[in-house]
């Protein structure tokens, strides 16, 4: 299996559509976050989420450093204890710099 191909395929097929639901958003809608729960992000947070939470897993993948250290690691944190509070996340701050 080529790897380079393989990911080249889901990137042109993935990114379309995400670019597709982006567009479908206003300005306005960058500061929706649901009603109800707790952590959540703004859409405007999600969006440079999207954009920029690739690195850190390709990196992982390219070159099998998780970038972890290993006393984290050992002391198996659960995932919501990883998470920052949501309001402390970058946030775009328009659809064309997320886009």
């Not at 993935?14 to 206003?26: A, K, S």
Request: aromatic share 6%.
């Amino acid at each position: 299996m080529n790897w380079t191909s393989l990911l080249h395929r889901e990137i042109d097929a993935l990114y379309p559509c995400t670019v597709r639901l982006i567009d479908l958003l206003d300005q306005k809608d960058l500061q929706w976050k649901p009603s109800t729960g707790t952590n959540w992000m703004t859409t405007a947070q999600l969006l440079m989420h999207l954009s920029t939470a690739c690195g850190v897993p390709m990196k992982d993948f390219v070159t099998g450093d998780s970038g972890i250290p290993e006393d984290l690691a050992a002391n198996q944190l659960t995932f919501d204890e990883m998470l920052p509070p949501a309001e402390h996340m970058p946030a775009a701050q328009s659809i064309p710099e997320a886009l």
